[in-house]
């Protein structure tokens, strides 16, 4: 069986794969488009994904081979999954392995937002230190501060964990569904409905999954309940904020700051969000660690691996299809 490898990536996980696969690579690291990754495709049985290569309805009716399509990411919003299920392909991602790794970064984000972390990095490289003064670059406090989490999934437990353990944080939550009792208590969380957790959040961090429903959860009506004190941070998905209603609210200091790891229509940045200072911005990082990477590339090998060997995928996102028919 062929599988194509659609980004480069470890050879250790390349090695794994071609152990049981005839494998085709990327090592120019090219992002595909439409065209080209169901040119790749053809013949194939499994694909090897990351965020940037979508798989929908027209993908898997142009490749009536492929069989199995392993995600390395948890958010999955560039798989039409349906469109997979209805046709019998299996569809996985990489929960649990990123958790720790990457509440480390939405919660390192945060605080760089907070305190300015990237505009008085700037100020200096600019060689404009002489200019130092006793109320420059004051920012808000975290420590005792309001954390308030959009989102309460692995991540955003996790993000709530060091809050409230580590920093003394009063933490409050908006989700679709309650936490469980016991739950909240571990992390120390109150759940608020989505009003109140805008206008008593000093830190906002969001990690909810991209969907249609969070499609611009926070837009300009969102950012208008919020303090002018306090710091949006984003490490889910763009499309969630509305990016040009944030850059008018920023300008304009209707909120602080904001810390944005992922962007509407990213790698592109909206020029007015590229163009303030109170921001700190980085390219989709927040899982990106050795370990973690290299962990998170090998739960998608064994998802590949064990659903084109008839064994049970690991962290399957649509077992119903399963043992595959395809
Ligand atoms: C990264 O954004 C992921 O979903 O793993
Ligand atoms: C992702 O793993 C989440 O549940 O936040």
Redesign the pocket.
């Known amino acids: 069986m062929k599988v194509l490898i659609a980004r480069r990536v470890f050879d250790s996980v390349v090695e794994r794969l071609a152990a049981h696969f005839e494998v085709e690579t990327n090592p120019e690291d090219t992002v595909f488009s439409k065209a080209e990754l169901i040119a790749r495709l053809q013949g194939k049985a499994g694909a090897f994904i990351t965020g940037s290569e979508r798989i929908d309805a027209e993908v898997l009716d142009a490749c009536p081979g492929l069989k199995a399509v392993c995600n390395m990411a948890?958010?999955y919003n560039n798989i039409d999954l349906a469109a997979c299920t209805a046709r019998g392909v299996l569809a996985s991602n990489t929960?649990?392995v990123?958790?720790e790794t990457?509440a480390d970064f939405g919660f390192a984000l945060m605080m760089a937002t907070a305190r300015r972390m990237a505009e008085s990095e700037h100020f200096l490289r600019r060689g404009e230190w002489s200019k130092w003064a006793v109320d420059m670059f004051t920012g808000s406090d975290v420590h005792g501060a309001t954390l308030a989490i959009l989102?309460m999934?692995?991540?955003?437990?996790a993000i709530a964990r060091r809050g409230h353990l580590g920093f003394g944080m009063p933490v409050i939550y908006h989700n679709r569904s309650r936490l469980a009792p016991e739950l909240e208590a571990e992390v120390g969380a109150r759940y608020v409905s989505k009003e109140q957790l805008l206008k008593e959040a000093d830190h906002l961090v969001i990690?909810l999954?991209y969907s249609a429903e969070s499609h611009h959860s926070i837009g300009a009506a969102e950012l208008a309940l919020m303090k002018p004190q306090a710091t949006l941070t984003n490490v889910a998905r763009g499309g969630i904020v509305d990016d040009a209603a944030l850059a008018q609210a920023l300008r304009e200091r209707r909120i602080a700051a904001a810390g944005l790891d992922v962007f509407e229509g990213e790698p592109r940045v909206h020029p007015d969000l590229l163009a303030l200072p109170n921001v700190v911005l980085t390219p989709h990082i927040a899982s990106a660690t050795v370990k973690t990477r290299l962990a998170m590339a090998n739960l998608a090998s064994d998802n590949l691996i064990a659903a084109l060997t008839g064994a049970a995928p690991p962290t399957p996102l649509n077992s119903e299809v399963l043992p595959l028919k395809r």
């Open positions: 948890v958010g929960p649990d990123l958790t990457t989102g999934g692995r991540i955003g437990r990690v999954p």
